[in-house]
């Protein structure tokens, strides 16, 4: 969603402004996301919480209910992209687009993965009638069988030929992969890949490659998402620019964090390799905002999603977009955030005139549950970030106490 703002400006932009962060939360919904992160600085009560609802819904317990007015309303849009709309009009409002993540996991069939194919194709088609969806996302494991990707992944490195089987199976990734790519670029619909594991990634940057030479010759269509709290995203996101370049393409670049360092250590001990990840959260940010600044270097030919929770890289694009003279409103920036989190950094951009976009996710209560987990376990371990939110929300209650 392009906003009417040309200015070039970094702005004075405060990530402590409350009023405008939670413009959209009533007083009741306030004390709920207060009560909610409360619980949540407590990763013994996380713990405690995950394994119980993991045993309710195994036994089929009637849980639904509970988690649709708990953590599931702080998170996702709804059941479906139907149930999404109210969250996406709310937030269109106030200059925030939406990014809707059908976030099941897990599935292992051709027919599920066929039913992802298909949602993620009614994502599409929602955002090429809607302003205020401005993206469409999926993951390559929601198309594909794990053990495929590592073994494509393990080919690639090792340079060794798949098997046969393996090589039936890749080919029907590719179908489901270039059908997503396809319709997003025939309705012009920016397609967001996520990166996942380092041993599957291989896989899924070979699939992206493939799809760019096909639809980012015009305009960045699709974009690949690069960790950079991994050791080689910085390497990688240069790479792939050096491809770009000469084939003549756009790229698309989603820049995060990352999601899977605890599960990414162990096996790199387990399996007695070196570890992936960045020695510490100096390496990361300082990678991070390396590869922010190359995008802004480059950036007639890089389409960039700046997609994090940290309020100095999120103030850097601004600075580095003021310094190129780009306009807060260029359609190559934008910021992202999880729906539910950093409405302080989202709501604060978006009042500045930067095209900003929540992260959606939605789908049936348990099969989301999954998803849910992660962002709560996440949440827990990473330093300052649920006190963060919890501050935040607490700051905002007083303040609209102290105006009564």
Known sequence: MTKNNTEISPKNISFQDTQVAFTTKSDKELAQTHQLFWLMNYPVLVNWGTAFTKLALNLQLPISGLLKRTIFKQFCGGESIQDCEKVIRQMTQFGVGTILDYSVEGEKTDAAFDAT?????????KS???????????????????EVLENVSNSIREKTDLSENDQIAFAKVRVRVHEICRIAYENDVRILIDAEETWIQEAIDKLVKEMMLKFNRENPIVFNTFQLYTQKALASLKEFYVFCTENQLYLGAKLVRGAYMEKERERAKKLNYPDPIQPDKTHSDHDFNQALEFCAEYWEKIAVCCASHNEKSNLLLTKLMAQYDIPNNHSHF???????MSDNISYNLAQAGYNVAKYL????????????????????????QTSREFRLVRQEMQRRKEQR
């Open 117 to 125: 194919v298909r949602e993620t194709i009614a994502t599409i088609q």
């Open 361 to 384: 996710p939605y789908g049936p209560v348990k099969v989301v549950m999954p998803y849910l987990f992660r962002r709560a376990s996440e949440n827990t371990s990473i330093a300052g």
């Open 128 to 146: 090429a009638h809607d302003e205020g969806v401005p993206f469409s996302v999926f993951k390559v494991t929601g198309l594909a069988p794990f």
């Open 334 to 340: 934008w910021f992202a955030q999880l729906y539910g």
